[in-house]
């Protein structure tokens, strides 16, 4: 019975699509820019790239017909348009790293609308008194199966010649993904309330006050973040000493430890509200590079732990991010208030990756890596002050 059957078939659809999503934006797809030459310029190019797409989001409020058709269209397009970026090794050796770093950013930027389309889909399938629940326990699921696909990615990746292996796992990614669109096809779209103009849902959004506030936090938090992103999973291979393997174990530690916390935070989420989530889950990672910087091939055991921080971060921090502001969203300019959401998100990321290119110029530190960790650590810190007093 409806909404159940669509709720049940989310979570396998998520399963699929966390491996395409986790091995074409994170360690697998870093491990193989490495391995194709990427300078330090470059990783920060790629790490922008999921926010850069997210500029596109408005493409939502003007696009027109059922969200599920187009969430279904636009991923299946997304997914095959990756093809050329996971074949990139393929080609002359200057031509590689530009290859992947484009073909990579078409497919997220074709893929930036399905946000929006989506978290309002599953808004009108998910009572709102559930919301915390349902989605801490689907993202702490899909944080496991993702970072148990990066297990094996690694180990694929350590035993096949570079950068042969990466290409492997990130063509099995593509499959994952494509299979996943046709799960997403199977669900159930509730109907939806007509929507105002573009404009207007845009308009009503922006002349909320306290939610241009919340949009400033989320801005400064993502640019915070992505100051010192990029180069975690290079920090931990050159500098901590770390196999593709032994990262893919990070983050299996991180997601299985997130299976335990995340329904934690979503039952706090609708027992306290998201503002206590937020701060709490905010202050854990904006100290979480400490425990990185700790660590040198001699000395590991701060990175390993750093995977448990990590997981009592992000099993409530993102969860709680979104459902902040489904909650202040009127359903009926609920998109609008989605799309500026995802674009805050996205200008923070896009703004942050552009510093850690730059703060890994000026070559400070052992690592080019060192600083922009450092100063990540102290802006997260800022950011996250001021979320108390949200």
Same mark, same amino acid.
């Given at each position: 019975?409806?909404?159940?059957?669509?709720?049940?078939?989310?979570?396998?659809?998520?399963?699929?699509?966390?491996?395409?999503?986790?091995?074409?934006?994170?360690?697998?797809?870093?491990?193989?820019?490495?391995?194709?030459?990427?300078? $330090?310029?470059?990783?920060?190019?790629?790490?922008?790239? &999921?926010?850069?797409?997210?500029?596109?989001? $408005?493409?939502?409020?003007?696009?027109?017909?059922?969200?599920?058709?187009?969430?279904?269209?636009?991923?299946?397009?997304?997914?095959?348009?990756?093809?050329?970026?996971?074949?990139?090794?393929?080609?002359?050796? =200057?031509?590689?790293?530009?290859?992947? *770093?484009?073909?990579?950013?078409?497919?997220?930027?074709?893929?930036?609308?399905?946000?929006?389309?989506?978290?309002?889909?599953?808004?009108?399938?998910?009572?709102?008194?559930?919301?915390?629940?349902?989605?801490?326990?689907?993202?702490?699921?899909?944080?496991?199966?993702?970072?148990?696909?990066?297990?094996?990615?690694?180990?694929?990746?350590?035993?096949?010649?570079? &950068?042969?292996?990466?290409?492997?796992?990130?063509?099995?990614?593509?499959?994952?993904?494509?299979?996943?669109?046709?799960?997403?096809?199977?669900?159930?779209? $509730?109907?939806?309330? /007509?929507?105002? &103009?573009?404009?207007?849902?845009?308009?009503?959004?922006?002349?909320?006050?306290?939610?241009?506030?919340?949009? =400033?936090?989320? !801005? @400064? #938090?993502?640019?915070?973040?992505?100051?010192?992103?990029?180069?975690?999973?290079?920090?931990?291979?050159?500098?901590?000493?770390?196999?593709?393997?032994?990262?893919?174990? #990070?983050?299996?530690?991180?997601?299985?430890?997130?299976?335990? !916390?995340? $329904?934690?935070?979503?039952?706090?989420?609708?027992?306290?509200?998201?503002?206590?989530?937020?701060?709490?889950?905010?202050?854990?990672?904006?100290?979480?590079? +400490? +425990?990185?910087?700790?660590?040198?091939?001699?000395? /590991?055991?701060?990175? #390993?732990?750093?995977? @448990?921080?990590?997981?009592?971060?992000?099993?409530?921090?993102?969860?709680?991010?979104?459902?902040?502001?489904?909650?202040?969203?009127?359903?009926?300019?609920?998109?609008?208030?989605?799309?500026? !959401?995802? +674009?805050?998100?996205?200008?923070?990321?896009?703004?942050?990756?552009?510093?850690?290119?730059?703060?890994?110029?000026?070559?400070?530190?052992?690592? &080019?890596?060192?600083? /922009?960790?450092?100063?990540?650590?102290? +802006?997260? *810190?800022?950011?996250?002050?001021?979320?108390?007093?949200?």
């Amino acid at each position: 019975m409806e909404p159940e059957r669509s709720l049940k078939l989310s979570i396998w659809e998520g399963v699929l699509a966390i491996l395409f999503l986790n091995w074409s934006t994170g360690v697998i797809v870093t491990g193989y820019a490495l391995a194709l030459g990427a300078s $330090p310029q470059a990783l920060a190019l790629l790490g922008a790239l &999921p926010f850069l797409a997210q500029l596109l989001t $408005p493409l939502a409020l003007s696009l027109r017909g059922s969200r599920k058709a187009l969430a279904v269209r636009l991923n299946f397009l997304a997914r095959m348009l990756f093809l050329p970026a996971a074949l990139a090794a393929f080609l002359p050796e =200057g031509l590689r790293v530009p290859t992947l *770093l484009l073909f990579a950013g078409l497919s997220q930027l074709l893929a930036a609308p399905v946000g929006v389309l989506w978290l309002s889909w599953m808004a009108d399938l998910v009572a709102e008194e559930r919301r915390g629940r349902y989605f801490g326990f689907r993202n702490a699921l899909l944080g496991l199966v993702g970072t148990l696909g990066n297990l094996m990615g690694g180990m694929v990746a350590d035993r096949l010649p570079s &950068p042969l292996g990466y290409q492997v796992v990130l063509l099995l990614g593509v499959g994952a993904g494509l299979l996943s669109v046709f799960l997403l096809r199977l669900q159930s779209e $509730p109907s939806e309330s /007509p929507a105002p &103009p573009a404009r207007k849902a845009l308009g009503i959004a922006w002349q909320d006050l306290a939610y241009r506030r919340y949009l =400033g936090l989320v !801005f @400064l #938090w993502y640019g915070a973040v992505m100051v010192g992103g990029p180069y975690v999973i290079p920090y931990f291979v050159q500098v901590g000493g770390l196999s593709m393997t032994e990262v893919g174990l #990070w983050t299996v530690i991180s997601a299985s430890s997130g299976l335990l !916390f995340g $329904p934690m935070w979503g039952r706090m989420a609708d027992r306290e509200g998201h503002k206590a989530v937020l701060f709490r889950t905010a202050m854990v990672a904006a100290l979480m590079p +400490l +425990l990185w910087l700790s660590g040198s091939r001699a000395f /590991p055991w701060p990175i #390993w732990l750093s995977a @448990l921080a990590d997981a009592l971060a992000w099993s409530g921090l993102g969860t709680a991010l979104a459902n902040a502001a489904l909650a202040h969203a009127p359903r009926e300019a609920r998109n609008g208030y989605l799309v500026l !959401f995802w +674009l805050a998100l996205g200008l923070g990321g896009l703004l942050g990756s552009l510093l850690a290119g730059s703060a890994a110029s000026l070559g400070l530190g052992p690592s &080019p890596y060192h600083f /922009p960790i450092l100063l990540s650590l102290a +802006l997260r *810190l800022g950011v996250a002050l001021r979320l108390r007093r949200l």
